[in-house]
């Protein structure tokens, strides 16, 4: 497993920090695929969870795509890979998906983040509210570190389960 991580500061400045951590655990899950083929990253690893590596990263994208986009930047962005009819389309829905698409859609949504979040101060508000609440930048980083730390946590036994491969 290729690792190209880059260990976050211990002594930075508020973001430089969280936006490192976040990066960081980016890139922990982007690791954790690395080496697969297709099928592998699309294997259900522990019954009954329908997760897979292939649906983190989906569903990766859609938290991207909805702190950054929606509630940051006040878009209105449809979803990418769930419906009404299938809430947990990302998860679920992986039989037939593409890894290449979802990995360059994923790596696109993290671009896009990390361009609507450049040069704004940790306290800046998002312009939507989430449950009638402003979220502030600060917020929705620790939070995406958080959203990512669990997920990778499911990722390094998904991929334990594949091929025996462990690390942090």
């Known amino acids: 497993m290729t690792d190209l991580r880059i260990d976050p500061p211990y002594v930075a400045d508020e973001l430089p920090m969280l936006h490192s951590w976040l990066d960081w655990h980016r890139e922990t899950l982007a690791t954790k695929c690395a080496g697969l083929s297709e099928e592998q990253l699309r294997l259900r690893a522990i019954a009954p969870s329908t997760l897979s590596l292939l649906g983190l990263v989906r569903h990766l994208t859609e938290v991207e795509r909805y702190w950054f986009g929606d509630i940051l930047n006040g878009e209105n962005n449809p979803a990418l890979y769930w419906t009404e009819q299938e809430p947990d389309g990302d998860f679920d829905l992986v039989d ?34 989430r449950k009638g609440e402003n979220v502030s930048l600060r917020w929705i980083l620790i939070h995406m570190i958080e959203e990512y730390a669990r997920h990778n946590g499911h990722a390094d036994v998904i991929r334990e389960q594949i091929d025996g491969v462990t690390g942090e």
């Open 96 to 129: 037939t998906a593409s890894a290449e698409e979802a990995f360059a859609r994923w790596q696109a949504e993290i671009d896009r983040a990390r361009e609507l979040s450049a040069g704004l101060p940790s306290e800046a508000v998002g312009k939507q509210q």
